[in-house]
């Protein structure tokens, strides 16, 4: 019985490594084309949000007999557009969504600035300054250099993002791995 056990907890870190594996591939891929994955981004994005507007104007049908229908109608409409809009206009949805993540980034760090003067008297106070500035730089960085980061800059920031899934995967599978197998010592 334990040995079925823990054949299916090291066919579960097997799994994991691979997917690991196959997550830093991606996002080493992703790095190396960030055009392609921006616009791959964008698109999916815009999958989603057609598919929630349409989502919303079934609800608003369903739901028409109890208020609000004109309203749920609007905002599934909206949903509809939006999705539309960055279908047919992608380059203009990579530079909204460029533009709203500069935009997140720079009242991101100076909230972060503000909370690390709050958090002066504690100590380690300046690693939350230190991440303030950082985020703070970031976000300017975006802002300043629009729309000539557009079209890389999304790619490169989900292709790292999807890199560094990869390689925590494969490090926790190796050491659940480790843990499962300890080496043998000799005596």
């Given at each position: 019985?334990?040995?079925?056990?823990?054949?299916?907890?090291?066919?579960?870190?097997?799994?994991?490594?691979?997917?690991?594996?196959?997550?830093?591939?991606?996002?080493?891929?992703?790095?190396?084309?960030p055009?392609?994955?921006?616009?791959?981004?964008?698109?999916w994005?815009?999958?989603?949000?057609?598919?929630?507007?349409?989502?919303?104007?079934?609800?608003?049908?369903?739901?028409?007999?109890?208020?609000?229908?004109l309203?749920?109608?609007?905002?599934?409409?909206?949903?509809?557009?939006?999705?539309?809009?960055?279908?047919?206009?992608?380059?203009?949805?990579?530079?909204?969504?460029?533009?709203?993540?500069?935009?997140?980034?720079?009242?991101?760090?100076?909230?972060?600035?503000?909370?690390?003067?709050?958090?002066?008297?504690?100590?380690?106070?300046?690693?939350?300054?230190?991440?303030?500035?950082?985020?703070?730089?970031?976000?300017?960085?975006?802002?300043?250099?629009?729309?000539?980061?557009?079209?890389?800059?999304?790619?490169?920031?989900?292709?790292?993002?999807?890199?560094?899934?990869?390689?925590?995967?494969?490090?926790?599978?190796?050491?659940?791995?480790?843990?499962?197998?300890?080496?043998?010592?000799?005596?």
């Open positions: 019985m334990t040995t079925d056990v823990s054949k299916n907890i090291n066919k579960d870190v097997n799994g994991a490594l691979i997917t690991g594996i196959i997550l830093s591939i991606v996002g080493v891929i992703a790095i190396a084309a055009n392609f994955t921006t616009l791959f981004t964008e698109t994005i815009a999958v989603i949000v057609l598919f929630a507007g349409f989502t919303k104007l079934v609800y608003a049908t369903q739901t028409r007999d109890r208020g609000g229908f309203w749920k109608l609007l905002l599934s409409g909206l949903y509809i557009a939006t999705g539309i809009m960055l279908f047919v206009y992608p380059y203009t949805g990579i530079l909204t969504l460029t533009l709203l993540l500069g935009t997140f980034l720079l009242t991101e760090g100076t909230f972060e600035l503000i909370l690390a003067f709050r958090l002066r008297p504690q100590e380690n106070w300046l690693w939350v300054l230190g991440n303030g500035i950082i985020t703070l730089v970031l976000g300017a960085m975006i802002w300043f250099q629009l729309p000539f980061n557009a079209p890389w800059l999304i790619g490169t920031l989900v292709g790292v993002s999807v890199l560094f899934s990869g390689i925590s995967r494969v490090m926790l599978s190796l050491n659940a791995r480790s843990t499962l197998n300890p080496p043998e010592q000799t005596a």
